[in-house]
């Protein structure tokens, strides 16, 4: 749970649009609770925008397979310590095709299980994260995302997963989610 009571003001589910009440019910049983539909009810555009722009067309685009993106993702709310993240994640990546043994193993980045194109998606999201402070894509990592990607597709994984991150410091700002215990944000 979030260490205080949030300040920003949470809208009830029947204050929502139609479409919001949908996925507000769908996060409720993915994830335990809804707060982010909560909170965007003040400003349903923006909603729209996030689902519509961010993820109909980023996120789920065919320019990158979408296993790679759910790699990411899980990646990030797992390094930040998003509980409510991590559980609607986990159900994605493996509905995605993610095998539960790699899910399993996603704190270990380097782990043999993950082939080459997956680890550099795995250290990508580790430099796109809130905790890569400084932090800069080495000629390395880059020539490594290349064997697999090409330059539109890098910028598509790095550009997803930088917005997945902010929004994650969202979330954390506004204490809209629950925390992991190893949350160290």
């Given at each position: 749970?979030?260490?205080?009571?949030?300040?920003?003001?949470?809208?009830?589910?029947?204050?929502?649009?139609?479409?919001?009440?949908?996925?507000?019910?769908?996060?409720?049983?993915?994830?335990?609770?809804?707060?982010?539909?909560?909170?965007?009810?003040?400003?349903?555009?923006?909603?729209?925008?996030?689902?519509?722009?961010?993820?109909?067309?980023?996120?789920?685009?065919?320019n990158v397979p979408k296993i790679y993106k759910?790699?990411?993702?899980?990646?990030?709310?797992?390094?930040?310590?998003?509980?409510?993240?991590?559980?609607?994640?986990?159900?994605?990546?493996?509905?995605?095709?993610?095998?539960?043994?790699?899910?399993?193993?996603?704190?270990?980045?380097?782990?043999?299980?993950?082939?080459?194109?997956?680890?550099?998606?795995?250290?990508?999201?580790?430099?796109?994260?809130?905790?890569?402070?400084?932090?800069?894509?080495?000629?390395?990592?880059?020539?490594?995302?290349?064997?697999?990607?090409?330059?539109?597709?890098?910028?598509?994984?790095?550009m997803t997963f930088s917005l997945l991150a902010?929004?994650a410091h969202f979330l954390f700002a506004f204490?809209?989610?629950?925390?992991?215990?190893?949350?160290?944000?």
């Amino acid at each position: 749970m979030p260490k205080n009571s949030p300040v920003f003001p949470f809208k009830d589910r029947s204050e929502l649009t139609e479409q919001m009440q949908l996925v507000y019910d769908k996060s409720v049983l993915r994830r335990g609770e809804a707060k982010l539909i909560s909170a965007m009810a003040h400003a349903p555009e923006l909603f729209d925008w996030y689902i519509e722009e961010f993820y109909n067309k980023l996120f789920y685009s065919n320019n990158v397979p979408k296993i790679y993106k759910e790699l990411g993702r899980l990646r990030l709310s797992q390094v930040h310590g998003c509980r409510s993240c991590n559980k609607g994640n986990r159900l994605d990546a493996k509905s995605a095709g993610l095998d539960a043994r790699k899910i399993a193993a996603i704190s270990d980045r380097d782990n043999e299980i993950f082939n080459a194109a997956e680890k550099a998606v795995l250290q990508l999201a580790d430099l796109m994260s809130l905790h890569a402070k400084g932090a800069r894509l080495s000629k390395t990592l880059y020539e490594d995302l290349l064997n697999h990607f090409d330059e539109g597709q890098i910028i598509e994984l790095s550009m997803t997963f930088s917005l997945l991150a902010g929004m994650a410091h969202f979330l954390f700002a506004f204490e809209m989610v629950e925390l992991e215990d190893v949350c160290e944000l």
